[in-house]
């Protein structure tokens, strides 16, 4: 019998090559196991899931370092948004093919970002496909029991709070498509750059994690359109809601381009990819948290208040003339 | 603004139409929020996860429900291996269309099997596919503290042992391929339909899970071939193997193929899918885990020993002379 004592599969030799060094925990056993140990001192793990497919979520002509911070990053947001601290994730990845050209970069950036926002990696499976693309993620976080914070507690009165500036993403998104955004910014590369760098790499609000814990009657994290967004939190808390737009944040590039009428702001409320924090708390503690985002570095806006009734969120404009959205949100599927 | 008080995006309602009765464990909030609770009493959880590809880990031809018990089950048996208790799952699913003709035979299947092994969803994430679909799924499990069985462990002299049978699923992928076997059983239609079930069925052995957390110095599940699988286990120990090739379980069907020279035992021992488990156990303790597993129902069987050395196990006949293995095992990557 002849055998090396190399690694018996060409998954195992993937897996050790290129990922083997991004699962610094000791609970992720080096990836030699089928499983890794998630330790816990008796607080929750929260968990989430969320994949990204090759021209579904991103563009196939996207970069592998851009897509493997954004298949991670759409996780760490979630964890952001339930005031989780992250603690791992674990990774399925299908593959065309094992190029080192896609597969290098793909791990170092998975590895760097790792790193930034201290969520190892503790284990995974990689598949081949002859399809597109697909990198999915779960990701765990950790909070004091019972201290994740849901989608079902949002009161009346609260004060809706939302982090950065919505719509950057869908507006990169247009860039990159060659839509009416790439036409109008034709002579401002920089403005193209920010906004398309929106769409590809999201910035997750971790730092505001666990301000949200503390303040926040229910939050979520904004990934398919604030309206549509909004609306399922009102749905899960049994409440509706009040969006005065004008006070909803912007970039400046965003803002040009409303005032140019290339877009209208309808279609930055229900944008998608924004990757910011939505949550509501209570008026006496709304200062507190936008105080804590400040010395965070991060912008945290007012943008409206809770209601009493079952009605849809009603968003007005500077007149307080109520706009009507013909779409919510933005879908994948 | 019109809109209406259903959920706001395809993907909400097919989550609630679909796997809500599936979502049974608090936990899950109703599979309203983007992220699950997986409350903890200061046991460690136990990560694994497998993701199963239409044309790669399953037939296109193969049905909605067994592709939803093998997806679901190829992961319980990773938490059987590990000794651990299961806790629960997330899906990812990649959808190429949500025909209800797939989706609830699908759907139905898989809580089927939820309640069966007491492994309730926990939450998920349902993505488009213009390619072929496919299953993720990260699975969870407990073990008190410090308990979980790893691949580590094995130590010479300990006895080598598995449960079930080794080969069947191999040679039931041979008939669905229209292979040797195929031709060999085209009179015995029971036959097939076993064969082909094992391989399409996987049948994980969490019966065992505490006994092998109590007996076992090393376990993992047989899914790439069992003389792979020892090669990774002796690899990750440190130690060789002698395998008593003659012990190894077989079904009456493949001893019969074996006996007409249709296969060879060799292609057994490499074959893939089996999800049986494979562990270690100091000498003393092996009567007990066989009797254990009796008292479980299941077949336990002593098929060889731990050896000291580097040396890649080896495989001896009736005898004691060594096969020469071709394959270790079956890669589908």
Request: glycine share 10%.
């Amino acid at each position: 019998m002849t055998q090396d004592k190399e690694p018996v599969s060409a998954e195992d030799s993937l897996i050790a090559r290129y990922f083997k060094p991004l699962a610094t925990d000791p609970g992720a056993l080096g990836l030699v196991d089928d499983a890794a140990i998630l330790k816990s001192q008796g607080e929750d793990i929260v968990v989430t899931t969320d994949a990204v497919v090759e021209g579904v979520h991103y563009l196939a002509t996207d970069q592998p370092d851009t897509i493997a911070r954004k298949a991670l990053r759409v996780n760490l947001s979630d964890l952001a948004a339930k005031g989780a601290t992250p603690a791992g994730f674990v990774l399925t990845l299908a593959l065309r093919s094992k190029e080192d050209a896609w597969l290098r970069p793909f791990a170092d950036a998975l590895g760097e970002d790792a790193k930034t926002f201290a969520c190892p990696l503790l284990g995974g499976d990689t598949v081949s496909t002859p399809g597109p693309q697909m990198i999915s993620i779960t990701a765990f976080g950790r909070v004091p029991r019972g201290q994740m914070v849901g989608r079902t507690g949002a009161r009346p009165g609260d004060r809706i709070l939302v982090t950065g500036t919505i719509g950057d993403a869908a507006l990169g998104l247009d860039v990159l498509k060659g839509g009416a955004v790439a036409g109008a910014l034709a002579s401002d590369p920089h403005a193209r750059e920010v906004l398309i760098s929106r769409y590809r790499v999201p910035q997750p609000r971790n730092a505001l994690a666990q301000a949200v814990r503390e303040h926040a009657t229910a939050a979520m994290d904004v990934s398919d359109g604030l309206a549509g967004d909004l609306t399922k939190l009102c749905a899960a808390s049994g409440v509706s809601a009040t969006i005065d737009v004008a006070s909803v944040p912007l970039s400046a590039a965003a803002a040009g381009l409303i005032a140019a009428n290339v877009v209208c702001v309808e279609t930055l409320l229900a944008g998608g990819d924004d990757y910011e924090v939505l949550c509501t708390v209570p008026p006496a503690q709304s200062d507190a948290l936008i105080a804590l985002g400040r010395a965070a570095g991060l912008t945290v806006t007012a943008i409206g208040t809770i209601m009493a009734g079952h009605e849809p969120a009603r968003f007005l404009d500077g007149q307080g003339q109520e706009l009507a959205l013909k779409r919510l949100s933005y879908s994948h599927f």
